[in-house]
């Protein structure tokens, strides 16, 4: 049984070569080995969203993929959102509606809401919750964090409109 | 439930083609798993309810994933086909908008982003929602090995609890739909606890033909999830009201016989008398809306 495999990623734009043993998920090894503590393990089985990333620009729990089929894909993690320092229009709105407090669930929120506003820009609010199922928050209550949502899908209209 | 460990040792495969899967398979199925989604294997795997010593990822097979029109006004699911591709199809979600009904209340978009149709059936979970309304949709699947194929109905595709008929060195490569008959629409019930990423207490699927000029169910197939060890039709209750006109008692019929058809368990999530009072009441209602699906005069003499 071969040990460690050559792993081939490419996260946020930047291609990460490590080896590996096969049976690593990619939230093990965006975690262990390449230091990414973004996407959170929490439940590990799909129910809480703390460990989603973007594969493609769809949002997929990292704690059941393995890493070395996410070879040859785009990963988004919650590092890459920001741009230059400066936050995402998403994560902007997190902030400022109060969708953040202890911040653990943040991450995940964060890159199903991009996955959620790319597919459908004007989500409403049945919508908005209905792409949040797979998300646990045990702080916000969930209001704060659809106005958040709400409020990024506005402010990004806006700048599309500019 | 079982405590959820870290992933067991296995060798990954990673074939590109049906064809290497199922050379893959000859070679070593009895000792193999095949990994298309991973939303049930991988936990399953941590759990330590299977440590396979080889594991066959499917992601990067591209002609076992896709959705195609055929020939015949049927449709052709490729096996990886995910969730989300699913619901993304208009031909779905127009002509076989049961199927998408079914699909669309499993998990979150997570969840549907990676899990897929073929592994739902393959994974032979009492409690899938696919295969009931499959089932009622007349499908059939397509089992390979590199001895050949064959199609099996997915009526007849769970032989006991947990398993398929599919042996180790095959693969379940393709979902075939018929085409739908005028007037027919079905409709797909389901009960959990909690608004959703919640498992199955009770599925009702029901698809119903109906004889515009005479007012009568020309067919109807009714089908079941968590109400037996296995995904089950209920052949005796569609006797019931084939050739029927639309009335409440016929359908109070029904009902009552789908209770002596399905053997439902206790289990914590419900007990079986629960099951049981889901099942009439779920029943009723989703042959009521297959029929208003499937007649566009729905009213005039109901």
Known sequence: MKQLIPITLRINGVVHEILAPPWRTLLEVLREHLGLTGAKRSCQEGQCGTCTVLVDGNAINSCLYLAVEAQGKEIQTIEGIAQDGVLDQIQKSFVQKGGIQCGFCTPGFVLATKSLLNANPHPSEDEIREAMVGHLCRCTGYVQIVEAIQDAAIQMTREGAN | ?302
Request: include cysteine; proline fraction near 6%; charged fraction near 25%.
């Open chain 2, 1 to 302: 439930m079982g405590y959820l460990r870290r992933l067991p040792r296995f060798e990954y495969l990673a074939p590109h083609s049906t064809a290497e899967v199922c050379a893959a398979l000859a070679e070593r199925g009895n000792e193999a798993e095949l990994l298309a989604g991973g939303t049930d294997l991988l936990l399953q795997m941590r759990r330590r309810e299977t440590s396979p010593r080889y594991v066959v990822g499917l992601k990067g097979v591209a002609e076992l994933s896709g959705i195609r029109p055929r020939p015949d006004g049927g449709l052709a699911i490729g096996s990886t086909t995910t969730m989300h591709s699913l619901l993304s199809s208009p031909v779905v979600r127009e002509k076989y908008a049961v199927l998408a009904e079914a699909a669309s209340g499993i998990g979150g978009p997570e969840l549907r982003n990676v899990a897929t149709v073929g592994g739902n059936l393959a994974g032979a979970l009492p409690c899938a929602d696919l295969p009931p309304a499959l089932m009622t949709l007349g499908a059939t699947v397509t089992l390979q090995s590199s001895s050949g194929e064959r199609t099996v109905p997915v009526d007849e595709l769970f032989p006991q609890f947990g398993s398929t008929v599919a042996r180790p060195d095959e693969v379940l490569t393709t979902i075939t739909l018929p085409s739908v008959p005028f007037f027919s629409g079905g409709a797909y019930l389901k009960f959990h606890d909690r608004q959703s990423m919640d498992m199955t207490t009770v599925g009702v699927s029901a698809f119903v033909t109906w004889d515009e000029a005479s007012r009568v169910f020309r067919d109807i197939k009714i089908a079941l999830a968590s109400s037996a060890p296995v995904p089950i039709r209920m052949r005796k209750a569609e006797a019931v009201l084939r050739g029927r006109s639309y009335a409440e008692e016929a359908l109070e019929e029904a009902a009552l016989v789908v209770c002596e058809e399905a053997d439902p368990r206790t289990s914590w999530r419900a007990t079986r008398e629960f099951r049981f009072d889901l099942l009439r009441g779920l029943t009723k209602r989703a042959i009521r809306r297959a029929r208003e699906q499937a007649s566009p005069t729905i009213g005039e003499s109901s």
